[in-house]
């Protein structure tokens, strides 16, 4: 197996002692004779071929036999190809829905108006854009709420207000 650091420090070494003095080209002979040396007893105690179900956790197993099924099934490509295509629908529908319902009489600059119309025309402009948008915009929101659960967890009351003690 080749090692790139090591070939290159080895071509260094041997540039170097090409126009470097005698006595340091001693030096970088040694160097490169101890270089190749330590090379030679790295190659010849590799480590043996470790059984992989052994040393990696199970979640990494899981990880590569999902890599594997997704390179070598075409069933499922296909039902990516399906999600994907019943994602950009489900988005254009959402976009379609949420303009019927906007405002209708809201003036040019209306936030959710523009909001809207921008949605349109992305529709219309590229679905594949929407559909990544939307999941976006999708994901945000669910941090959003999320966060707001987090904010306040449940049970747990304000302080109440330090008053004068009786007494």
Request: one cysteine or more; aromatic letters at 4%.
């Amino acid at each position: 197996m080749s090692d790139p650091v090591h070939d290159h420090y080895a071509q260094a070494l041997r540039r170097r002692m090409l126009t470097a003095p005698e006595a340091v080209q001693r030096v970088l002979q040694n160097r490169l004779q101890r270089a190749m040396a330590g090379r030679a007893e790295a190659a010849a105690s590799a480590a043996p071929v470790v059984d992989v179900k052994k040393t990696v956790s199970p979640l990494a197993r899981l990880n590569q036999s999902l890599a594997a099924a997704t390179q070598a099934g075409p069933d499922l490509r296909s039902a990516m190809r399906f999600q994907e295509t019943w994602s950009r629908i489900c988005a254009e529908d959402d976009v379609t829905e949420a303009v019927q319902r906007g405002p209708e009489n809201a003036g040019p600059l209306n936030s959710h108006r523009l909001v809207l119309r921008t949605l349109g025309i992305m529709r219309d402009l590229s679905p594949d854009y929407l559909r990544r948008f939307m999941t976006h915009a999708d994901t945000l929101l669910w941090l959003e709420q999320a966060h707001g659960r987090l904010k306040e967890p449940p049970g747990k009351t304000k302080p109440a207000k330090a008053g004068r003690v009786k007494r």
